[in-house]
């Protein structure tokens, strides 16, 4: 198989990956505008910061899985690797640790005006009367919003700082939030309300686009912290640069929305860059989340290359609109399983999914198989028929 690196991953990475005997081509220069030219008969694609549009999916010939190394896939199109029946997998978790520092980071870094202090400090300005009007954190209580791995990890690193905990998340129960210590919040307005700094650590998705809006803003305490290390489009960049004049918040982001792709280019957005403290998407920038996210790459390609599924999938259907399921106890023969699926296509069934298991001595297995539907009397009848079949069970699935 051949591997194209599209982003910077580390040599110990493409060793590892060409000891699997695999082909590796690594670009690192690449963009979402001459990917396309460059993917070839790529099978398998991994990228960090690069986009991967429909376009670059088009012109694969080959391209089977994609590998976000992180954790975000909003820039990857999935809408079009899905109707290619290409795998997306991702690397969740891996870069935690480094989002949960920048965004604690962030939070010291916006309550003591650590940026403006040093920009003027280098301007050869002394302004200690100005700077010296932080709140301070301890007691003060943090919403969190979105309570995964890395809203947790924020979470751990407040209550070292003595803050107090509140937050809210989708699936969110008091029970967990009692777990962790924390104040449970009902809704995000509740938590705006409550909170003097907010920490947002949820994914992107269609659902969760400007969940932080002018409403969320507004309910916001006057002179309250806000910090975005998730991504820029979460938030409603119009009202925060209203809130921030009109309600005087502090705001700590590593992230924006329509941000400049790959490891430079121009940022456009000075105006807000003039209201906020700022890091250009660096919180998985560590050289420990760089190495464990290199190492769930590998471990993702290893997966594939035995077993034909990677790791991390993010673009499988949860669901199945399987009614049936058929377990077929066969003779481990050439063509066996060919014949039982043509009976099911001339049946006008078909298969959702099959798992073919081989006993030891390899002499017999079993199939099982998710149909959409029931197979007549008639088929059922000539798969048993069948010399090379053991035995045939249908039976209708409990969820169906």
């Not at 990857?76 to 690397?91: E, F, H, K, Q, W």
């Not at 947790?152 to 209550?159: G, I, L």
């Not at 998340?169 to 449970?184: I, M, R």
């Not at 297995?365 to 007549?376: E, I, K, M, Q, V």
Request: glycine share 8%.
């Amino acid at each position: 198989m051949k591997v194209l690196i599209a982003d910077r991953l580390s040599d110990k990475t493409v060793a590892a990956l060409k000891a699997l005997k695999l082909e590796v081509t690594v670009n690192p220069d690449l963009t979402a505008d001459n990917l396309p030219e460059a993917i070839n008969d790529a099978d398998i694609l991994v990228v960090r910061s690069t986009k991967v549009t429909s376009k670059t999916i088009a012109a694969a010939k080959n391209l089977s899985l994609i590998i976000r190394a992180g954790a975000g896939v909003n820039t990857i199109d999935l809408p079009t690797a899905n109707t290619r029946g290409i795998y997306v997998s991702n690397c969740p978790g891996r870069n935690t640790e480094a989002v949960a520092e920048l965004a604690v980071g962030l939070l010291i870094a916006a309550d003591r005006q650590i940026a403006n202090a040093t920009f003027d400090l280098r301007n050869r300005m002394w302004k200690k009367k100005e700077y010296g009007k932080a709140r301070g954190l301890k007691g003060r209580t943090l919403g969190i919003v979105g309570f995964g791995a890395i809203g947790k990890a924020v979470a751990r690193r407040a209550q070292s700082l003595e803050m107090k905990v509140a937050a809210w998340s989708k699936h969110f129960t008091e029970e967990t939030a009692a777990q962790h210590g924390v104040v449970y919040a009902p809704d995000l307005g509740t938590l705006a309300r409550q909170s003097d700094a907010i920490s947002i650590n949820v994914a992107y998705k269609p659902e969760t686009h400007h969940v932080i809006d002018w409403s969320f803003l507004e309910s916001m305490k006057d002179g309250a912290i806000l910090i975005n290390t998730s991504r820029g489009e979460v938030v409603d960049t119009a009202a925060l640069k209203e809130a921030v004049r009109s309600k005087k918040l502090r705001i700590g982001i590593d992230v924006f929305e329509n941000e400049p792709a790959g490891g430079e280019g121009e940022f456009t957005d000075t105006e807000l860059a003039a209201l906020v403290t700022a890091t250009p998407h660096i919180g998985a920038s560590t050289d420990q989340a760089s190495e464990a996210i290199a190492d769930e790459v590998v471990r993702i390609v290893r997966s594939f290359q035995e077993t034909g599924v990677p790791l991390n999938t993010v673009n499988i259907r949860a669901g199945s609109s399987a009614t049936q399921s058929l377990v077929v106890r066969h003779y481990n023969r050439v063509g066996v399983l060919a014949g039982v699926l043509d009976k099911l296509k001339a049946g006008g069934v078909n298969v959702e999914e099959m798992t073919n298991i081989i006993f030891e001595a390899s002499k017999a297995a079993c199939c099982t198989l998710l149909l959409d539907g029931a197979p007549s009397a008639n088929i059922l009848s000539e798969m048993q028929n069948d010399d090379n079949i053991i035995e045939v069970a249908l039976k209708p699935l409990s969820n169906a």
